[in-house]
């Protein structure tokens, strides 16, 4: 009883043959993140329900600014770093002619503002740099947070 060729136990390839060949590389996430951007930048405008996990809340835009400057904000932190996934997005679209600028990383830009009232998140400036950084692959993005008073009406 002779062998089969490639002198495996099952006549397949032996131990040699099977290292060799490898399975593709897979994409460089740097490759990944501009492969989702491209995508997304395509079309004119999109949903905020596209990016960011929460329903856009968009009548709390306006209150809470109003609050912000007439004595309801309790304290103000920069540069806090901020989970994305805690962020209520405060209008319902962003466009892709403001993003653009927004996916590629800058030392310079602002950080955005965001109102933390009850417990959420909500921005109030900054939405396309949000949605530049979680388009990105960024799970955090540091913002400029107002704590609002808990007793003011909204």
Do not use: C
């Amino acid at each position: 009883m002779g062998g089969r060729a490639g002198g495996g136990a099952n006549g397949g390839m032996g131990k040699a043959s099977r290292s060799a060949a490898k399975a593709p590389a897979a994409p460089k996430p740097q490759a990944q993140a501009e492969s989702r951007i491209d995508a997304f930048l395509k079309q004119a405008e999109h949903n905020t329900g596209d990016v960011f996990s929460h329903k856009p809340e968009t009548k709390m835009l306006d209150k809470l600014h109003d609050s912000m400057y007439s004595g309801g904000t309790q304290s103000v932190n920069s540069d806090v770093s901020m989970d994305i996934s805690t962020i209520v997005p405060t209008q319902n679209k962003v466009w892709s002619k403001h993003l653009a600028g927004y996916t590629k990383p800058s030392k310079y830009e602002d950080t955005p503002i965001i109102a933390t009232y009850k417990g959420k998140n909500y921005v109030i400036d900054g939405h396309h740099r949000i949605v530049g950084a979680k388009l990105q692959g960024k799970t955090k993005i540091k913002v400029t947070q107002y704590v609002m008073k808990d007793n003011i009406k909204i």
